[in-house]
């Protein structure tokens, strides 16, 4: 346990719904991240979120809208999602902005979108 | 040209053997040289961290870099099955700079 959770574990959807994932820290860290792990390619940096505010959108399509109501929440809201939408999200979060060497990943969502 | 390249493998070892794990890499600005460990259905761990070149070790771990040739390895001696994994190579040109991570190369070790 590293002290980032994620849930859903799993979570299979259809092209025309909408879901949320959520991440939850107990490390009283202040940016938090979310990644994507697609197979056979490396991992992805989504959103980098700094005391709440967004600081990075690494040209993600609106069809994922994150969302940090505060430090220790992180939220992906999915809506409209394709087919090559599915991998394993991880929520990662760090004491500081890109404190790299210090940051936690969560266990990821495995998300199928059918 | 992927900017960090990764042997995705399947690497399959016996226990008790020394395992090389490796990464090439094209960006000569990178100074930040870390190997994460991923096991099945975890996130992953950070297992060893290296700034510019040179070696470290961790008990079995032992990470090289070498900048001039821009190739990073990781070894881990006497392996394990527990050791059985997905390794994780990633880079930053500062330590607060993104991470550009490997492929990853999943390993197995059988006992």
């Known amino acids: 346990e590293t002290g980032v959770t994620q849930t859903p574990r799993h979570l299979v959807m259809g092209m025309t719904n909408k879901k949320s994932l959520k991440c939850e820290q107990h490390?009283?860290?202040?940016?938090m991240y979310w990644y994507k792990q697609s197979a056979k390619k490396p991992l992805e940096l989504m959103f980098v979120?700094?005391?709440?505010?967004?600081?990075e959108n690494n040209s993600v399509p609106s069809r994922f809208s994150p969302e940090c109501p505060n430090s220790s929440h992180l939220f992906l809201h999915l809506h409209t999602l394709q087919p090559e939408d599915s991998a394993l999200y991880l929520c990662a979060s760090s004491q500081e902005l890109r404190m790299n060497t210090e940051a936690f990943f969560g266990q990821g969502t495995r998300l199928t979108v059918v | 040209q992927k900017e960090v390249e990764q042997d995705p493998g399947p690497l399959s070892v016996p226990e008790g053997a020394i395992v090389s794990l490796n990464c090439t890499y094209s960006n000569s600005a990178f100074q930040y040289f870390m190997w994460y460990r991923q096991y099945s259905r975890k996130g992953p761990e950070l297992l060893m961290y290296?700034?510019?070149?040179g070696n470290k070790e961790d008990g079995r771990f032992t990470a090289q870099v070498d900048k001039s040739s821009k190739y990073i390895s990781l070894f881990i001696r006497d392996s394990q099955p527990s050791d059985s994994a997905t390794y994780l190579c990633a880079m930053s040109v500062t330590s607060g700079s993104r991470l550009t991570f490997g492929e990853g190369t999943q390993l197995t070790v059988n006992p």
């Open positions: 490390l009283g860290h202040n940016a």
């Open positions: 979120y700094n005391f709440k505010e967004q600081t």
């Open positions: 290296t700034y510019s070149s």
